[in-house]
């Protein structure tokens, strides 16, 4: 279940009609989709992607998306930090950054023009696809972290980020994720 926060506002929506309404208004697209398969750490992202094809397949074909994969990110993951710290960095993309969550949770920090900056907490089952050139940062947590994600794309190089260097995310980074 989502949970949007607009922390500077002290705002927090949780029903997820509103957090929909929210993002459309914005151009940024949010869906929820049904996700009732678990698979354990052993899954291979061609198990993971073939049990979503019903939904992933006519949502990639109506968008002229290309190709597909699998992001695992836990507690095991080598190199975490690093890789932590090279999503944490407000940044860009040259093409539309789609994460459905089948599994897990991560924290997408938003920048936009004349906004305050807000969050969206997405859990299994959440679909978003923040729009290329959209300022934005991620984050799977400090501690603990687990993800497992299907990455959506037109072409990977487009995933290639562009940072910033604005710095903003510091501001935030004392933020905690809402109970």
Known sequence: MAILSIPEKNIELRDPAEIRSFFNDRGVYFDQWTCDVVFDDTATQEEILKAYEKDLKPFMDQGGYQTADVISINKLTENYDAIRAKFLAEHTHSEDEIRFFVDGQGL????????????????????????????????????????????????????????TDSRIELKFEDFRVPN
């Open 108 to 163: 997408f920090w938003f920048n936009l023009e004349n906004e305050p900056v807000f969050n969206l907490l997405c859990q299994k089952g959440d679909l978003i696809s923040v729009p290329a050139g959209t300022k934005h940062w991620f984050d799977a947590g400090e501690s603990d972290p687990f993800v497992k994600a299907i990455r959506i794309f037109i072409d990977m190089s487009g995933w290639v980020p562009h940072y």
